[in-house]
């Protein structure tokens, strides 16, 4: 077997990173419950849980997935499982709102909720080397506001190195409609 290299190793290293962003304290026990009933479900891997061998194996992806991600959706179940109205939200409206969410359940829905949209999304972008890469308005976007894909990936994964314990990075658009990289702690969403 051939070594990867370099770029090939800060990528696997920052989606390995990504996928441990949570403390194992307190997790185990969510592990073992029954997912309620709820309004939010844990939606399927679209690939297959072994698809990124070598970099992330399937028993990686699967606790990840059916294991981590799953107790996220556990938990923001529970923590609105009186809140009707609330639980009727789109989830991105849900933390879109979290100032309105009551204080007793706010930092369950923001740690649950946004580890639950993060991980939703992350499985979503997440693939097997050799894609083509970005192209047209995208590319142009990134050419534009980040200077190009492998200044993009580089300043991606520096910000991921300043964040201190578990968060994320992503791209997002900012007020401006430029594309920028932006950091965040836990699992908050921007």
Known sequence: MSRPDRRTFLRSAGAVALLTTVSARGIGAAFAETPPDGPFTLPPLPYDPAALEPHIDATTMG???????????????????????????????????????????????????????????????????????????????????????????????TAGTKVFGSGWVFVTVDKDGKLAIVPKPNQDTP
């Open 63 to 157: 606790i990840h997935h059916g294991k981590h991600h799953q107790a996220y959706v556990t938990n923001l179940n529970k923590a609105l499982k009186d809140h009707g109205d609330l639980a009727k939200l789109p989830l991105e409206d849900l933390l879109a709102k979290i100032a309105e969410v009551p204080e007793a359940i706010r930092t369950a829905v923001r740690n649950n909720g946004g580890g639950h949209a993060n991980h939703s999304m992350f499985w979503q972008i997440m693939g097997a080397p050799g894609g083509t890469g970005p192209e047209g308005e995208l590319k142009a976007a990134i050419d534009r506001d980040l200077g190009g894909l492998e200044k993009l990936q580089d300043d991606f994964n």
